[in-house]
């Protein structure tokens, strides 16, 4: 597995991107009180990538307002038809630095075939209490990749079990606290949903497509040799702008991310909404 680890000195310590093969990448310097490692949101998706094309104008934007924002990708993409395990890497890193989330691991389990059993979910549970989160965002459970679906099976199960205490797990060997984020929400990847909200992205919007630009071995490259595939044609990247746009206007601004809610979504203030 992938892991995180911190540089300290007296002042103050760097995250550390910990990839596969021994490559680390520097995201940000922390101030010494973020040593807790607890994070505010927590985005899990099965691939290197899916974060970014479904949710990255939210992240980058709750980013710049200070919270703690972290990804977890559950597989490093093996089964992409176009690139390279290393170079899927590279760019995973790059994303998460233009997002500029806190940290980004990969549970290295197997693309194409996601697992909802107990060793994944143990995994799972592992990642949650090590950074406490007060939100997940997770796949939706009908999406076109099977390995979304799975996705959302094991991350909605591994949500729940993580707050018992007689499921027990050790970091380091270091027994953990139970720990259930409050809630969780849904990404919205290649099927549609009514969203629950909309989140208004219109100022992290070239942030947001720079991110998933930086996975470029996967989208539109006129020089590249590779097979095409549903993200690489040069049609895919007009389709994001088009969706962001729609959600966007249904909320009176120019570009929005759309999320589902289980629970119903009670607000302090109807002032505080676009329209
Ligand atoms: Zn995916």
Not at 23 to 39: A, G, I
Not at 64 to 80: A, H, I, M, Q, W
Not at 176 to 198: C, D, G, K, N, V
Request: proline share 4%; glycine share 6%; with cysteine.
């Amino acid at each position: 597995m992938t892991y995180t680890r911190q540089r300290q000195n007296s002042q103050s310590f760097q995250q550390v991107l910990c990839l596969p093969g021994g490559k680390s990448v520097y995201l940000q310097e922390q101030s010494s009180e973020n040593l807790r490692m607890k994070l505010d949101l927590l985005a899990i998706a099965a691939h290197p990538d899916d974060v970014e094309l479904s949710c990255g104008g939210t992240i980058a934007k709750l980013v710049k307002r200070g919270k703690k924002v972290g990804l977890l990708d559950l597989t490093r993409g093996e089964l992409s038809t176009r690139g390279t395990l290393e170079i899927r890497e590279a760019e995973a890193a790059e994303a998460a630095r233009l997002l500029g989330v806190h940290v980004r691991e990969n549970l290295e389990l197997q693309d194409g075939s996601i697992e909802v059993n107990r060793a994944n979910k143990i995994k799972v549970i592992e990642i949650i209490r090590k950074y406490k989160p007060e939100i997940l965002f997770f796949p939706h459970w009908l999406e076109r990749h099977p390995d979304h679906e799975h996705a959302h099976a094991l991350c909605r199960e591994a949500w729940f079990y993580a707050g018992l205490e007689k499921i027990e797990t050790t970091m380091g060997g270091i027994k953990q606290e139970p720990h259930r984020p409050r809630s969780y929400y849904h990404f919205m990847q290649t099927y549609e949903f009514a969203p629950s909200f909309i989140v208004d992205i219109s100022s992290e919007f070239e942030q947001r497509m720079q991110a998933t630009r930086a996975f470029a071995s996967q989208f539109y490259d006129p020089s590249s040799n590779e097979r095409e595939t549903f993200l690489s044609t040069p049609e895919f990247i007009e389709f994001l702008i088009t969706r962001f746009s729609y959600y966007g206007d249904r909320i009176g601004r120019k570009y929005g991310e759309p999320f589902f809610s289980v629970n119903m979504i009670g607000i302090e203030d109807p002032f505080l909404l676009t329209l």
